[in-house]
């Protein structure tokens, strides 16, 4: 089969088209024909090297781990049943024809979801829900701040903890302001103007990270907690509380309830470019560039 593989840490240019075997669906997971795979932040820090000192990955690795696909056989799933769902980073992940994963890693396709938008749900969506309902456990009434609303992680979070009944702030860059109401914040404060004041929040997630985080000066009531999800260290000075990264777990059962979201209009998931598999290295400085608006899609 057809892959895109680094056998090296480095720039886009190190990631190259190589032959592969079809890897075999072991027990209790699922052979995948790709049709579509986003290429996440993640996807460029993962092959920068960044995070191979406590999650080595093995040569030559295939990058991907947001994929939509039809099944062609193993275990869950009847063959030409479209899914979608977020890999295991280590194995080699969907810049490929084909790729093997858990079951319980994968959730039906809704409705008529195409499979570009489907391939753009799993990690935001899982992170951002998650981060709502376990990271900080938003409570119906509570005060939560949201950093990166508009983001692909920030506006799932926010969804979400309105879902949940929360009275939810936004801080995010002013050109952002009117976009982010729209998606349903009850407030909107300015990121990057220094600190935000006020009375304090129930808790604070966060989807930014760097100075800018570090600078809100925001003030927590007792118990509250600053989750992140950004890998971008945010100075503890000044804030109540020191920032806790959280990390993400696939689940099936989260990923059915985040397509029923995006699939009823609940959440719109932007797609800004789908481009074909050989055109990867241009999508990675795409993504590391930012503001593209929408996540960036390979077809293999």
């Not at 024809?97 to 994968?106: N, Q």
């Not at 396709?109 to 829900?129: N, Y």
């Not at 404060?189 to 809100?216: K, Q, S």
């Amino acid at each position: 089969m057809k892959a895109i593989v680094i056998n090296r840490h480095g720039g886009p240019e190190v990631l190259e088209s190589a032959r592969l075997p079809i890897p075999e669906a072991q027990p209790g997971e699922v052979l995948l024909r790709v049709a579509a795979a986003a290429v996440n932040p993640a996807d460029c820090k993962w092959r920068a090297g960044m995070f191979q000192a406590f999650m080595p990955v093995s040569f030559p690795h295939v990058l991907g781990y947001d994929v939509a696909a039809e099944v062609v056989g193993g275990d869950g799933f009847a063959p030409g049943i479209r899914v979608f769902g977020m890999l295991d980073p280590i194995r080699k992940g969907g810049y490929a024809e084909y790729v093997a994963a858990p079951a319980e890693f994968l959730a039906e396709i809704p409705g008529t979801l195409d499979f570009a938008t489907a391939a753009a749900i799993a990690t935001a969506g899982l992170t951002g829900l998650q981060m709502v309902e376990r990271g900080v456990n938003v409570q119906p009434g509570q005060s939560v701040l949201i950093t990166g609303a508009l983001g692909a992680v920030g506006r799932f979070a926010l969804h979400f903890a309105k879902e949940r009944g929360a009275y939810v702030v936004c801080a995010v860059r002013a050109a952002h302001r009117d976009a982010v109401m729209a998606l349903g914040a009850d407030m909107v404060l300015t990121l990057g103007e220094g600190p935000l004041g006020g009375a304090p929040f129930d808790h604070v997630i966060d989807t930014v990270g760097g100075e800018a985080v570090g600078r809100l000066c925001v003030d927590l009531k007792p118990g509250g907690r600053i989750v992140t999800a950004a890998t971008t260290p945010i100075p503890a000075d000044g804030l109540p509380a020191s920032p806790e990264f959280f990390a993400v777990t696939p689940s099936s059962g989260d990923l059915q309830r985040l397509g029923q979201a995006v699939v009823s209009g609940a959440i719109e998931v932007p797609v800004a470019q789908i481009m074909p598999l050989d055109q990867v290295a241009e999508a990675h400085r795409l993504v590391e560039q930012g503001g593209q608006g929408g996540k960036i899609i390979l077809a293999p």
